[in-house]
């Protein structure tokens, strides 16, 4: 029997079309293992919800689940931009894929997970900043699991594959390798962003001591363009060749402040950038720096948070780092 037009295709009429009863198509569209149900019978089902063009209520969904199908990814109180919203558009769109919504909800001063999940029983947290541990046992107590996914977050191991340390040594290493021996690393303006970069200085000092070589730090002024030049003309003075810049903006802004002071970039100063943005590959002279594969991450949070709903071991998601060797380098 046809269905009325405007009216909404439910699971009744998929039973009446395959001719068995609405148990059987719950059982059949769920996937309900251990259901005895034939695989003709499966394929009639699932035939007559092609055919009626079924999609299953979200909210019958959350009522069976106790939950819903959105993924509450909980965010820091950070610039959200660069590669990091890149990531979250990629997350966004590989969730719709599994069947599941994204929400990013960024934390504020204060905010708690509890006033989140009052309003809201996701299937799962994406923790990308702290929890505390009477968060975490919020969570568990309503059977929420939490990936942890650049976040500190107690009892649960941070998946992201992206270590940031690791981005400072491979800076840092590069420029030693092309035989700068007198190192800078240039943190941003806004200490926000001290999650990513502080531990993006970590590494490279941690490179430095390795190789024996100086590295000294220097953290970039918010609108004051001349304490650059000044800082920039003094480090040259001092013999630094090489700068690890926290990103491809602050390699742009050193680059603008060295051509203000006559220096020229490589010849002079040879600066190294991460997130190869697109400004990297427009600059003149082009600006080393690293890449990271943003869909890949995407694609293996995804798998993670999918296997954590079916109670499967957590697995890191393999990421490596790439350099993307241009211009701004050259070697001594």
Not at 14 to 42: C, K, M, Q, Y
Not at 209 to 214: E, G, I, N, T, Y
Not at 306 to 316: E, G, H, I, K, M
Request: net charge negative.
């Amino acid at each position: 029997m046809p269905v009325a037009k405007g009216r909404r295709v439910s699971s009744q009429d998929v039973a009446d079309a395959a001719g068995v009863s609405r148990t059987t198509v719950s059982f059949v569209l769920n996937d309900r293992p251990n259901a005895g149900i034939p695989e003709s019978t499966r394929e009639r089902v699932w035939a007559a919800a092609r055919e009626l063009g079924f999609t299953p209520s979200p909210e019958a969904r959350a009522l069976r689940l106790g939950r819903s199908a959105v993924v509450l990814c909980l965010l820091p109180d950070w610039p959200i931009a660069g590669p990091f919203g890149e990531l979250l558009q990629r997350l966004s769109a590989e969730l719709d894929k599994a069947g599941l919504t994204m929400l990013a909800h960024q934390r504020g001063a204060g905010d708690d997970l509890s006033n989140v999940l009052g309003a809201l029983t996701p299937t799962a947290v994406v923790a990308m900043c702290d929890l505390s541990v009477s968060e975490v046992k919020l969570a568990e107590q309503r059977d929420i699991p939490i990936t942890a996914y650049m976040g500190r977050v107690p009892e649960h191991d941070d998946v992201s594959a992206l270590k940031q340390t690791e981005i400072g040594r491979l800076q840092a290493s590069t420029l030693v390798d092309d035989g700068h021996h007198v190192l800078a690393y240039v943190s941003p303006h806004d200490r926000r962003i001290d999650w990513f970069s502080a531990p993006r200085l970590a590494g490279a000092q941690q490179e430095a001591s390795k190789r024996d070589v100086q590295l000294s730090h220097f953290r970039l002024p918010a609108d004051d363009r001349p304490a650059v030049r000044g800082w920039l003309n003094q480090a040259v003075a001092e013999g630094v060749t090489g700068i690890c810049a926290f990103n491809d903006e602050a390699a742009f802004a050193l680059m603008m402040a060295a051509a203000d002071e006559g220096l020229a970039v490589p010849d002079d100063i040879s600066l190294i950038g991460v997130d190869d943005s697109a400004l990297s590959r427009l600059t003149r002279p082009t600006i080393t720096t690293i890449s990271f594969e943003l869909a890949h991450q995407a694609e293996q949070l995804v798998a993670i948070i999918t296997d954590t709903q079916a109670d499967q071991t957590q697995q890191s998601a393999a990421d490596p780092l790439t350099l993307q060797r241009r211009e701004s380098v050259r070697k001594l």
